[in-house]
């Protein structure tokens, strides 16, 4: 019976839990950008990219995908990006969180492989999608 719920109703608290933990930590970081800097120059030292633009791309990804995935727009594009994220964060910054880190990675694959769901603008600009061309296909 379980079997029967649909993915649409499962993706819905996946796409908001993911969305929910990094809107927070940007939030985190926009209450106080100083300490943010501090932060990313003190503790979370990321290799290859300077403290400072290391923070603007965090807060850039944790600001703009958590609005792709309450929408359902682009879910799988910025799953990607955040298992990007979590990956970095996992070997360089926060190892001992791998219990954490293995959570957040499960829900985004999970969303990487069958997408956002039905309610989703994913799941709309397809559908419309496909109409059009299927009657592009007709002409």
Not at 94 to 106: G, K, L
Request: proline share 6%.
């Amino acid at each position: 019976m379980l079997e029967r719920v649909p993915y649409w109703l499962l993706a819905i608290p996946l796409r908001l839990a993911v969305a929910t933990v990094f809107w927070n930590s940007a939030m985190t970081k926009l209450a106080d950008w100083n300490a943010a800097l501090e932060l990313f120059r003190e503790e979370y030292k990321v290799p290859v990219l300077p403290p400072d633009v290391a923070a603007h791309i965090a807060v850039s990804i944790e600001l703009s995908t958590p609005v792709l995935l309450v929408l359902g727009l682009g879910v799988r594009p910025a799953t990607l990006v955040l298992l990007g994220m979590t990956l970095v964060i996992e070997i360089f910054v926060y190892p001992q969180a791998w219990p954490t880190h293995i959570q957040w990675a499960a829900m985004l694959l999970v969303l990487l492989c069958r997408g956002a769901g039905a309610l989703s603008l994913d799941h709309l600009i397809r559908q419309r999608w496909g109409r059009v061309a299927s009657s592009e296909l007709d002409l």
